[in-house]
């Protein structure tokens, strides 16, 4: 019987700006309160959360403000990834006195480390937390990506790594399964792959984004899956949500997202420039595609 540390099913939320790029502090806690309604758990500061746009100070009080407006008790965990191995300690550090759940630790990014340097980064994290961490392998984002066997042996070495989220090769979850304690999470964060990540390559989790704007979907899905039901849940994926998640994309998936959730009244504020709200003419087919009023 598993007793894993992360939760199978979490939302990444994202992080409310101004018009002009400014980290808008005071909006936070109605989209925590929005986003903490859907799902047992939130990833904060991940990818969708633009932790890069953020400074070091930014996303610690980012940390704060979303632990105080969900309470002590609600499972939280804190997206970690920086340039410098000194940033992500103090990140790390600031998760655990922040009274998170745990960590998404990712690499790097636009450095190109190599393994060797990726494995020393890693330990460097875990030893200055007793947090439980679940590593992010996303080498589209980071131009890194880890290898299994390092992961392995990792895994089988530190006692707080315990997941990794493989946004890279889907393949890599079923070569490093049979080599790790039944504990470990494998997570995704890619919505529209979930019934085979789930079905056929082994994942047991994953850290939403559309489940944002599709609650009541994601989670019929998930449950679909559950159940065995997958012809069901492909029904609603491809019929639904995909359709949606195609529009995001062609419009720009992170302002889209936010500008249907501003729409609904969801203080998710703007993406800091260079990167625009929906056109005019994508708006409107947001509009209609997710039913939304003025």
Do not use: W
Not at 32 to 50: D, F, I, R
Not at 53 to 67: D, F, W
Not at 90 to 97: M, N, V
């Amino acid at each position: 019987m598993s007793a894993r540390a992360f939760l199978p099913y979490s939302i990444a939320i994202v992080t409310p700006f101004t018009k002009s790029g400014a980290f808008d502090a005071a909006a936070v806690p109605g989209v925590v309160e929005y986003y903490s309604k859907l799902a047992p758990g939130l990833l904060v500061c991940g990818s969708t959360g633009e932790q890069h746009v953020l400074s070091i100070a930014e996303r610690k009080q980012l940390y704060q403000i979303v632990r105080k407006t969900t309470g002590p008790d609600y499972p939280l965990y804190a997206g970690v990834a920086t340039f410098k191995t000194a940033d992500a300690i103090e990140l790390a550090k600031s998760a655990y006195e922040a009274k998170y759940t745990g960590i998404m630790l990712g690499f790097p990014p636009y450095r190109i480390i190599s393994q060797r340097d990726a494995e020393c980064y890693i330990k460097d994290v875990a030893a200055a937390t007793p947090l439980p961490i679940f590593l992010y392998n996303n080498p589209r984002r980071t131009g890194f990506a880890l290898e299994p066997e390092v992961f392995v042996r990792l895994a089988n070495s530190i006692p707080n790594i315990l997941g990794i989220k493989e946004a890279g090769d889907a393949e890599n979850v079923n070569k490093i399964k049979p080599l790790v304690s039944e504990n470990i999470s494998f997570l995704t964060g890619n919505d529209t792959s979930v019934i085979n990540n789930f079905t056929k390559e082994g994942y047991n989790g994953i850290t939403a984004i559309i489940s944002g704007v599709y609650p009541e979907e994601m989670k019929q899905v998930l449950e679909l899956v559950e159940r065995g039901q997958v012809d069901e849940a492909n029904k609603i994926m491809n019929e639904v949500i995909r359709p949606s998640v195609d529009l995001m994309q062609s419009a720009g998936f992170l302002p889209s997202l936010k500008y249907v959730l501003r729409k609904r009244g969801v203080p998710a504020g703007y993406c800091p420039p260079p990167m625009l709200d929906p056109s005019e003419e994508h708006q409107q087919a947001l509009d209609k595609a997710f039913n939304l009023t003025a």
